[in-house]
């Protein structure tokens, strides 16, 4: 295991240092911006909505603004990307608001951050790393909106979630593919990223404590 990661180490370093270089961007970026109070559908957090509404999760109005806003795509695209999932999975439970970076030569890596908002009021800071694969090179940041599925509660969250093959697509303008692991499925959604769906092979281990040291490894 050590040979192996030394090897990594060896043959991807200046990936690994881009990559990292980013999500050190994330990070400034975040202790810059003052804490919200409101999720991003505007009712204030911990304001808890009824069992009934609980249980069928967000509806698409409550979910095109906050799509819309936190990717700066038109509330058109934003309607025609939710019609395709909720179609395919139904309406969400809860979604993840956040930036990711990362960097690639063929092989690299992507770390994120960003807060989950489940539909019971409850909120919870999160991130994320994972290995990458594709044919692009180079290190960004971008903004993804993750939409999340059969999730019972905040903690349930925090697993490895490989990709599921075959289910990356791109609707008006947006690309997406899913995440499962122990019945939960995660939906990422970036704008702008077409070119980028190889880059979503693999698996993505999300927790609650920002990675250091050696947890900065995204394998």
Request: glycine content about 12%; aromatic content about 8%.
């Amino acid at each position: 295991m050590k040979n192996s990661i030394k090897a990594f180490l060896k043959s991807n370093r200046s990936v690994l240092a881009a990559a990292m270089l980013c999500a050190a961007g994330l990070s400034v970026s975040a202790c810059s911006t003052a804490p919200k109070t409101n999720n991003p559908n505007g009712y204030p957090q911990g304001q808890v909505p009824s069992q009934a509404e609980q249980k069928s999760g967000y509806n698409d109005r409550e979910l095109v603004t906050a799509i819309s806003d936190h990717l700066g795509v038109t509330a058109e695209s934003a309607a025609s990307t939710l019609e395709r999932l909720f179609k395919k999975q139904g309406r969400p439970v809860g979604y993840i608001t956040g930036e990711e970076g990362g960097g690639a030569l063929i092989f690299g890596a992507k770390y994120g951050e960003g807060t989950l908002w489940m539909k019971n009021g409850d909120t919870q800071k999160v991130y994320w790393k994972g290995p990458t694969v594709g044919f692009d090179a180079g290190a960004e940041v971008s903004r993804v909106f993750t939409l999340v599925y059969d999730l019972d509660s905040t903690e349930e969250l925090f697993r490895r979630y490989p990709g599921v093959d075959g289910s990356a697509f791109l609707v008006a303008g947006m690309a997406v593919h899913y995440q499962r692991a122990n019945g939960i499925t995660l939906a990422p959604v970036r704008a702008g990223a077409g070119l980028r769906l190889g880059a979503n092979v693999g698996y993505t281990s999300y927790t609650k404590k920002k990675p250091k040291g050696l947890g900065l490894l995204p394998i």
